[in-house]
Nanobody, 116 residues
């Protein structure tokens, strides 16, 4: 079993920054990719950013140029640096891990609130 624990969420004013962290633990044998999704109230969960084991990154258009995803393979940790935050970035942010076998794991989520 794999556990994902996020941290770093909170309340910030528009234009501010936050850094989310997600630590993976448990029976981790082969990670294909890790990343972040978010779900705003009343909306479906959406992809934000992801990074493969080889370091390739991908971003949603809405966060390109503002968010940066990175990972520390030795620590099984993925980060999301969020700059120039906007009120529409307000959501619960979920960490995601995808194994080579195609199994997905999710964290419990961390709330990010951006005030105008």
């Amino acid at each position: 079993q794999v556990q994902l624990v996020e941290s770093g969420g909170g309340l910030v004013q528009a234009g501010g920054s936050l850094r989310l962290s997600c630590v993976a633990s448990g029976s981790i044998f082969s990670i294909s990719a890790m990343g972040w999704y978010r779900q705003a109230a009343g909306n479906q969960r959406e992809f934000v950013a992801g990074i493969t084991s080889g370091g390739g990154t991908n971003y949603a258009d809405s966060v390109k140029g503002r968010f940066t995803v990175s990972r520390d393979n030795a620590k099984n940790t993925v980060y999301l640096q969020m700059n120039s935050l906007k009120p529409e970035d307000t959501a619960v942010y979920y960490c995601n891990l995808l194994t080579m076998g195609g199994r997905a794991y999710w964290g419990q989520g961390t709330q990010v609130t951006v005030s105008s």
